[in-house]
């Protein structure tokens, strides 16, 4: 990319981002921001208008207020329909999308059930299905942009997937398979990656500080979130929190290990502790949490034992964490939603105890975005892209 081009093209994103996180605003203050001429933002948003990626709309403010004396009332915003983003959750037994327009609002989501034991090829063949249904709508024909696409595992930065064994994948190169079927930029990211960063970016002020996120279901996922950047480690297959190993001993783990905090957190061992029985590989009920959080309310005393056992392990593993991030805020999210807030209650005494003294205590709280929160991290990963200068190729 030539100078010039670099140089507008960062301008843009800056743009972009200033919108992002202001709302409309007058060309003026556009120009004040940027520390450029008006004369150089009005041919910028001259081409963004005509590319529709920003669009102007009235202002609310009070025109005699107004120091954009050359357009009165009229400010510039993100056009929504500009540019949409893909983002696809491989699951255990499930796809899920969302599509996310160019302000970030989520515009559809979809769900369908898929073999467990679908090949790579086969579910690539899903989505690239799914991706032609949705350009047959004239709306995001030609604007869907990018694809971040999800696997509940490891996975390196190149999209690599190293290890998937709840698919049985392992080994997989996911880039080039998905390149030679899908005609869009696709990145692969860890589900709990994915999760954690949409958590964050609904909110699009810039976050200072540390968020861990653990994804709770059939497994135990990890992120954290420095400054509002994803730490993946050098590979991109760091945070991995459900195998900081928390006992010496305990049922075999998915990593062929035994005392991994996944095992004892896990919707396996949820139903481990309710029934007080051991549980067959795959053997768990979805809807388990929903019927634990149920009880719970009843006064159940299984219910009293699974959901506090549960948490004491979750303790166990949140000392140690805390320790090493000193995260401003520790956020669970995943299948477990319904008894989260349950579990942050008898989470948050014992791990204030238990810190390091002079530590500050996290804030706990509870992702409540729901069954799309994977799709709609990864569509916000993509959706990311398109603003964050640091992606920014700056060879010339
Ligand atoms: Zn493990």
Not at 81 to 105: C, H, P, Q, S, W
Request: net charge negative; hydrophobic share 40%; with cysteine.
């Amino acid at each position: 990319m030539a100078n010039q081009s670099l140089v507008r093209h960062i301008n843009e994103r800056r743009l972009l981002a200033i919108l992002r996180v202001t709302g409309p605003v007058p060309r003026a203050e556009l120009a004040r921001r940027l520390s450029l001429t008006r004369a150089s933002v009005t041919g910028m948003i001259d081409d963004l208008l005509a590319r529709r990626m920003v669009r102007e709309s009235r202002s609310s403010d009070d025109p005699a207020t107004r120091r954009d004396v050359g357009r009165p009332g009229v400010d510039i915003a993100i056009d929504p329909t500009g540019a949409y983003f893909l983002g696809v959750e491989i699951g255990v037994g499930v796809l899920r999308f969302a599509l996310m327009d160019l302000a970030a609002g989520v515009v559809e989501t979809a769900a369908q059930p898929i073999d467990r034991k679908s090949s790579p090829e086969q579910v690539i063949d899903l989505i690239a299905a799914k991706l032609a249904s949705l350009r047959e709508n004239r709306l995001y024909r030609a604007s869907i942009r990018a694809m971040v696409v999800t696997v509940p595992g490891l996975v390196r930065r190149d999209g690599h997937v190293v290890n998937l064994p709840i698919l049985g994948w392992k080994d997989v190169n996911l880039t080039p398979l998905i390149a030679d079927r899908i005609d869009l930029p696709c990145h692969i990211e860890n589900n709990a990656n994915a999760t954690a960063f949409g958590h964050i970016y609904s909110d699009p002020r810039p976050h200072h500080g540390v968020v861990v996120y653990l994804k709770l279901g059939t497994g135990c996922g990890g992120a954290v979130i420095i400054d509002d950047k994803l730490l993946r480690g050098g590979n991109g297959l760091g945070t991995e929190f459900g195998h900081l190993r928390i006992a010496t001993d305990g049922p075999l783990c998915s990593c062929g290990q035994r005392g991994c905090l996944e095992t004892f957190v896990n919707l396996k061992a949820l139903q481990r502790y309710a029934t007080n029985k051991d549980v067959d590989e795959g053997a768990t009920d979805p809807d388990l949490p929903a019927q634990v959080a149920a009880a719970l309310v009843t006064g159940d005393p299984d219910a009293e034992r699974a959901v506090t056992t549960l948490s004491g392990h979750l303790t166990d593993g949140l000392v140690d964490i805390t320790s090493i991030f000193d995260p401003d805020e520790i956020v669970l999210g995943g299948a477990m939603l319904p008894i989260l807030d349950a579990v942050v209650a008898r989470v948050g005494p014992p791990l204030n105890r238990r810190m390091v003294p002079g530590m500050s205590m996290p804030r706990l709280s509870v992702s409540r975005i729901g069954a799309f929160e994977c799709a709609i991290g990864a569509a916000a990963l993509a959706h990311h892209e398109e603003f964050d200068l640091s992606n920014l190729d700056l060879r010339t």
